[in-house]
C-alpha cells in the first residue's frame, strides 16, 4: 500500500498528532522502530495506528498488538475502541497471547487444551516434587536457585536436552538434572509454568515451517509495545511471525529498559536497525508529561549511560518547581517528613491524596512510610495486584477450580484433598503421590484408585473416597457460569462454614470478605463474557494478573510501589525515598556496567513518572534488619544538575538514638563533603563524593535485588551471586538452533584471594579478570571504596568499582 503521509493533514485521526506522531502513524507496510522518550504519546500513536490500519481496510483479524501489563493492554483496547468502534483487533500482553495460541496447538506439545498455567507458588510447589524425584542433593544448589537456573534457560531457549550436554557450573549441573522430571511431571499434570508459555510457541514457531507460515499469514501486521522489554523467547516469537509479511512496529526506549534481572534483552531494540536493514525509524522526543525541571534532571541523568539511543527530550510545559534534593538524619525522619508534607498539602487544598506516590528501590523501605501515614490517618495503597491472588482462602478456592478443570492438577489436589480438614493426613497425600509417580498418572485418578493403594489405611481409603465423591459433585457444575458453580463450590465442600467458624473463633472476617470479593470478580466475568466466558478463561485472567491490575488511579490514595512496579505510570507528586549507595545503584550491580546502567535507567524510570512535583531523598543512617546503619547517598546523585535544584537538609525533629535530642541545620544543603567534583564525574557516571565517611555498611536485604512488577514470571533469586545480566545468546540461533548457553562460570572458583591495595590500580596498569581476561587501565577516578577505573580489554572497554572488582594486577 501507499504511504498516505501527504495526506495526513485531512484525515481526522490525524489532527492532533504531531509530524513525528503522524509519521509513525501513517507507515503502513513494512518494519518500523518508533523511540518513544518517556511521556511522548506513545499509546496514542500506537492506538492511532491502529485505527489508520483499520480505516485502510486491513481486517482486524490480521491485526495483533502485543504489551507487557494487563492494564496497558484495557486502555489500548479503550482507546482503540473510541476511534474504531466495533474493531476486534487482538490486544493483550505476550503470555496471554501465548496462552491463547498454546490453547490452540495444545496437542503439538504434549498438552489438553484445557492446560493449567502454574503461578509461582505452584511452580515452586512442583519444583519441590521433582528434586526429590530426580533424587538430586540441594547442598550445592537450594531449590530456589535450581527453579532460577530453570527459569533462566527457558527465557534463552534452552531445552532440557541442551542443558544437559552444556559444561555448567555445579549449581546448574543440578538444575539440569532436574529440568527434565520437572517438565515431563508439568506434561502429565496438563500444565505450563509462566516461561512454558512462550517456551512451547517459540519452539512450536521454530520446528513447524507451515505453522509459522500460516500464523504469519494470520498477523500479517504486528505492533509490539515496551519493545526494550522482550527477552530471547519473545524476540524468537515476533520474529518468526514477521518474515513473509516483515510489518513489525514496535516502540520502546532504550533507556527505560529495567527488566535485565528477568531475561529482558536490551540489544534486541538496540540491534533492530540491523536486524531489520529496511526499517523506517522514527524518534517521538517531545514530553506532555513532565516539567522542564524534571526533564532535565532526568536527561541529564541518562546522558551518562552508553548504551542507548540518543534522543534529545523537550517539553512544552511550564518550567513547574524545582527539584527537591532532601537529605534526612534517618529512615524514619524521612518517612515522618513526607507524610506530614502530603497531609498539609491535602489540608490546604492544593492536593489530593491520589496525586501523591512513593517509589522505592525495595519492598522493605515501605514499612517506616505505612507507619507514618497510618499514623496520620492518610490513605494508601500498596500496588501488588498479584497479592490477592496469593492469600490462602483466595489460593483453596482457585485450586478447586483448577482441579475441576484440570484432573491433572496435582499441586491443586494436594491443597484440597483436606481442605477443610477431612481426616486425610500428609501420609496418605504421600502415598496417593507414589503411586501417582510409579503408574505415571494424575494424583486425582490415583485417589479414585485409592483401593489399590495398599499401604492406606482403611479408614484413609474411605476418607479419600468421600473427597473423591465431593469433587464429582462440584464438577457437574464445570460448565455452569461461574458465579454459580463458585457458590456451589464453596458450600458442597464446606468451605463457607470452615471460613464463618474461622471469623468466630479468631474475630476476623476477613478471610470471608476476601472470598466474597473472588466471587465477585466472577460475577463481573460473567458479566464481560456472556456468551464466550468459560472456567478456563477465568483462570487464565486470573494466572496472569499483574502488580499493576490492583492499581486503582481514582482512588483517594497514597500510592506506594517500587521503582520497577511504577513503569507505565504517572503521577502529578513524587517522592522517591532511599536514594543511597548500595541501594541503587543496588550493591549486586557494581561489578558488571550493564547492571549499573540497568539501575541508572531505573531511576530515570522513576523520575520521569512525576508530573509536576519531584523530591529525592536520601538518609545518613538506616534501620536495616533491625540494625541502624550510616549510609552514602548514591553515586548518581553526582549525576544530577544539582545547580538548578533546591537542595534540603532536614533539621533533625527526633533522633532515633536520642529522643531528646533537638537539633537544627540550615534549610540549604551546601555542605563541603557534598560537593560535586564535576571533573572526577566522567562520562562513565563514576561517583568521587557526597562522602560521609568510608565507614558505611552495605545494605543487604532479601528483597533489595527485585521485585517483581509487571509479567508474573519468575524472578532470579536475590541470593545468587551471579545474577544475570543482559547479555544473552546470539541472536540468530533463535531464529535457526537452539542457542548455546555457554559456560557459566562462578567468580569464587576464578578469583585470586590476594587482592592489591586499590592504589596499586593505577592508569597504565596491566590487569587480569576473571571472564575478560587480560586488560589495560585507561582510567581512574575517585577515591576510596569508591574509586572507579576503566579496562581496556581486547573487545570493549569495562568501568568497575574497584573495591568490588575482581581484578587483579598483572606483575
Known sequence: MDDPHNDAVDNSLYRELTP???????????????????????????????????????????????????KAADEMRLRVDRLAPGQNVWMGTFHRFCAQLLRRYATMVGLHENY??????????????????????????????????????????????????????????????????????????NAVDFDDLLLHIANLLRHNPELRSELDQRFRYILVDEYQDTNL???????????????????????????????ADLNNILDFEKDYPAVKTVRLEQNYRSTPNVLRVADQLIRHNRRRKQKDLFTDNDEGDAVILRLFETGYEEADSIADEIVAAISSGTAQANDFAIFCRMNSLTRSLEHALRGRGVPYQIVNGVEFYQRKEIKDVLAYLHLINNPGHDVALTRVINT???????????????????????????????????????????????????YDRVATKATAPLEDLM????????????????????????????VDELISAAVDFDRRHPDDGSLEAFLEQVALV???????????????????????????????????????????SKEDDAQFEEERRLLFVGITRAQQWLQLSCCKRRMIRGDTRPVIPSPFLNELPLDEMQRIESAVRRDWFDQDVDQSCPDTWDLPEIQVNRAATADNGADTSFDFGANHAAIDDDDALIDQTNEPVTAFDASDSNPPTTASPDKASANNAIPDIGVLKTAADLLTTNRPPLTAFREGTTVRHYEYG????????????KRMARVQFADEERNFRLAFAKLEVVQ
Open 20 to 70: 513525528p506522531q503522524r509519521d509513525a502513524v501513517g507507515h503502513i507496510d513494512g518494519p518500523m522502530l518508533i523511540l518513544a522518550g518517556p511521556g511522548s504519546g506513545k499509546t496514542r500513536v500506537v492506538t492511532h495506528r491502529i485505527a489508520y490500519l483499520l480505516s485502510q481496510d486491513i481486517p482486524d483479524w490480521q491485526i495483533a498488538a502485543l504489551t507487557f501489563t494487563n
Open 116 to 189: 493449567s498455567i502454574y503461578d509461582t507458588s505452584d511452580s515452586k510447589q512442583a519444583m519441590k516434587r521433582a528434586i526429590e524425584a530426580a533424587g538430586v542433593s540441594t547442598s550445592h544448589a537450594s531449590p530456589d536457585q535450581i527453579a532460577n537456573s530453570i527459569s533462566k534457560a527457558k527465557n534463552q531457549l534452552i531445552t532440557p536436552e541442551v542443558m544437559q550436554n552444556q559444561h555448567l557450573s555445579p549449581k546448574d549441573t543440578v538444575a539440569a538434572k532436574v529440568y527434565p522430571v520437572y517438565q515431563r511431571q508439568l506434561l502429565t499434570a
Open 233 to 263: 523467547a519473545q524476540y524468537a516469537i515476533v520474529r518468526a511471525l514477521s518474515i513473509d509479511h516483515p510489518n513489525l512496529s514496535v516502540t520502546g526506549d532504550p533507556d527505560q529498559s529495567i527488566y535485565g534481572w528477568r531475561g
Open 420 to 470: 477443610p480438614t477431612r481426616g486425610i493426613g500428609a501420609k496418605t497425600v504421600e502415598r496417593i503421590q507414589q503411586f501417582a509417580d510409579i503408574n505415571r498418572i494424575p494424583m486425582l485418578e490415583a485417589a479414585r484408585r485409592a483401593d489399590q493403594i495398599e499401604s492406606l489405611a482403611k479408614r484413609s481409603k474411605t476418607m479419600v473416597k468421600k473427597f473423591i465423591a465431593i
Open 487 to 514: 457458590r456451589f463450590l464453596v458450600q458442597e465442600t464446606g468451605y463457607d462454614k470452615f471460613l464463618e467458624k474461622s471469623a468466630v473463633d479468631s474475630d476476623d472476617a476477613s478471610a470471608l470478605a476476601n
Open 546 to 588: 499483574s502488580d499493576t491490575d490492583a492499581f486503582e488511579e481514582s482512588d483517594q490514595r497514597v500510592t506506594l510501589m517500587t521503582l520497577h512496579a511504577s513503569k507505565g505510570l504517572e503521577f502529578p507528586r513524587v517522592f522517591i525515598v532511599g536514594v543511597e549507595d548500595d541501594l541503587l545503584p543496588h550493591k549486586r
Open 774 to 785: 587480560e586488560g589495560t587501565i585507561l582510567a581512574v577516578s575517585g577515591r576510596g571504596p
